[in-house]
């Protein structure tokens, strides 16, 4: 089963930006769904961005990250990619990378990014 590692977060100042990576131990070219999902301190997990690569592939943003953020997939490496650009005190929370494969959700342990004001 691939396991999903998580890394890049940090403190960051208001407009600042990180870059997270999210390292797959297995091929991850065949896998149709993968995306970033964060969880904010009081709320529930909810999605950033997605990438899939069924009917040609989409990438999907939240609201909340178009025009910030992008979302990459390196297959060559096996790494899912999430660059944060302008960051903001709201951005702040634990990020997380997931996957589904063969119906089944796999879960990073998640990164923290924190933007101070």
């Known amino acids: 089963q691939v396991s999903l590692v998580e890394s890049g977060g940090g403190l960051v100042q208001n407009g600042g930006s990180l870059r997270l990576s999210c390292a797959a131990s297995?091929?991850?070219?065949?896998?149709?769904?993968m995306g970033w999902f964060r969880q904010r301190p009081g709320t529930q997990r909810e999605l950033v961005a997605r990438?899939?690569?069924?009917?040609?592939?989409?990438?999907n943003y939240a609201d909340s990250a178009k025009g910030r953020f992008t979302i990459s997939k390196n297959n060559d490496r096996n790494t899912l990619t999430l660059q944060m650009n302008s960051l903001k005190p709201e951005d702040t929370a634990l990020y997380y990378c997931?996957?589904?494969?063969?119906?089944?959700?796999?879960w990073g342990q998640g990164t923290q990014v924190t933007v101070s004001s």
């Open positions: 990438i899939t690569n069924v009917g040609g592939g989409s990438i």
């Open positions: 997931n996957a589904i494969i063969n119906g089944v959700i796999i």
């Open positions: 297995s091929d991850i070219a065949s896998i149709k769904y």
